[in-house]
């Protein structure tokens, strides 16, 4: 798996695509590529859909070099692409699609890489009873939680993926974790922590 860019990096690259060098665009969908599969997995679970998507999004933005825009945020704009494509092909295949905001599409949270990390037994079941609980929010809320805590995202780049004002975003989330806590205890809620952020 190709290491996460810095921001500052990946925004390099991306003045250098803007310029005509296909090769920084290369680079920028091979250090981005995980992500973009790992977030598209949560809103989709068919890996050849997911895989498809990521490649048109490519593809159109070499056919686009010449008149794609700056971007405060390379991956956060990804992410935002990636979703919009998704949600506009499934649309092609149901009967109907409503493009407002809403919880009707899946998602899903899973940290079943990381459990070969963990020798505990009890640190497992903690682990597993995370999985569950944030599985147990609404999608909205899930959504949020990957994008702050995996991605790493700001409120700000948050709110441009998911559609929402920034204080929307931060009430959501405290909303979430809110929920999260009713069920944890303060060393539960350690490992919490520990997932989210991938330390």
């Not at 999985?131 to 409120?155: A, T, W």
Request: charged fraction near 25%; aromatic fraction near 12%.
């Amino acid at each position: 798996m190709s290491r996460r860019l810095p921001p500052n990096d990946a925004q390099q690259l991306w003045q250098e695509y803007r310029s005509g060098d296909m090769y920084a665009l290369a680079k920028i969908m091979q250090s981005h590529y995980s992500d973009l599969f790992h977030w598209g997995m949560r809103l989709h679970a068919d890996r050849e859909f997911v895989k498809d998507c990521i490649q048109e999004i490519f593809l159109n933005l070499w056919k686009m070099q010449e008149s794609i825009r700056p971007v405060d945020n390379v991956r956060a704009y990804l992410l935002v692409v990636l979703k919009s494509r998704m949600l506009r092909e499934l649309a092609k295949k149901q009967t109907a699609y409503n493009s407002s905001v809403s919880d009707e599409y899946a998602f899903s949270v899973e940290f079943a890489a990381d459990v070969h990390l963990i020798e505990e037994e009890h640190e497992i079941y903690q682990t597993r009873k995370l999985e569950y609980g944030i599985n147990h929010l609404p999608n909205r809320q899930k959504e949020l939680i990957y994008l702050r805590f995996y991605q790493n995202l700001s409120f700000e780049q948050i709110a441009d993926v998911m559609h929402l004002g920034r204080q929307s975003v931060y009430n959501l989330l405290q909303k979430s974790l809110n929920s999260l806590r009713k069920n944890w205890t303060v060393n539960g809620l350690g490992l919490v922590f520990y997932f989210l952020t991938g330390a």
